[in-house]
T-cell receptor
């Protein structure tokens, strides 16, 4: 089983739609969780960290379920500029020295 | 602007030659830098962890003699792809941890094409 699994998509949605991405991770000792956004041929950029209590940043809401080892990202009122690949990322080690484990990403395409 | 600079952003070379990619933290010290490789439609795969002043730690399956990593200062790590082959063509990305804050930043990536 892969360490971090995501539905690869693509998700094709109209502007204004709400879309949800899911991610599962295999290591129950994983400590930190993130969603990154990667545009075509660019480096990943941090979208948001994911906290146990769930967190929201504007149109983006992230949820974490440690019991099910499941992470989600909800995007409301999709914009054309949201088109990108969304990467679910897990950090397994403690502290700041641990490396990140990336999912393959879920591709989102928002159409006019 | 970028806080981690990667150079070159794009390189094309002939098979058998060596290519050096630089990863530089611009306004912070980075005791640890990571090198990733991403093939088309694949996830980022960690190649090695670069520690300032010591040998890099390579992931399983990554040849240390082929992918030479040097982290001689707190702001610079280099990856040299030696005797490059077409199958080494990929997107190479570095990341660096800010020693002071613990934040992780990515470089802009280097696209290597080996002919």
């Amino acid at each position: 089983r892969k360490e971090v699994e995501q539905d690869p998509g693509p998700f094709n949605v109209p502007e204004g739609a709400t879309v949800a991405f899911n991610c599962t991770y295999s290591n129950s000792a994983s400590q930190s969780f993130f969603w990154y956004r990667q545009d075509c041929r660019k480096e990943p950029k941090l979208l948001m960290s994911v906290y146990s209590s769930g967190n929201e940043d504007g149109r983006f809401t992230a949820q974490l379920n440690r019991a099910s080892q499941y992470i989600s990202l909800l995007i409301r009122d999709s914009k054309l500029s949201d088109s990108a690949t969304y990467l679910c990322v897990v950090r397994n080690y403690g502290g700041s020295q641990g490396n990140l484990i990336f999912g393959k990403g879920t591709k989102l395409s928002v159409k006019p | 602007g970028a806080v981690v600079s990667q150079h070159p952003s794009r390189v094309i070379c002939k098979s058998g030659t060596s290519v050096k990619i630089e990863c530089r933290s611009l306004d912070f010290q980075a005791t640890t830098m990571f090198w990733y490789r991403q093939f088309p439609k694949q996830s980022l795969m960690l190649m090695a962890t670069s520690n300032e002043g010591s040998k890099a730690t390579y992931e399983q399956g990554v040849e240390k003699d082929k992918f030479l990593i040097n982290h001689a200062s707190l702001t610079l790590s280099t990856l040299t792809v030696t005797s490059a082959h077409p199958e080494d063509s990929s997107f190479y990305i570095c990341s660096a941890i800010n020693r002071g804050t613990g934040e992780l930043f990515f470089g802009e990536g280097s696209r290597l094409t080996v002919l």
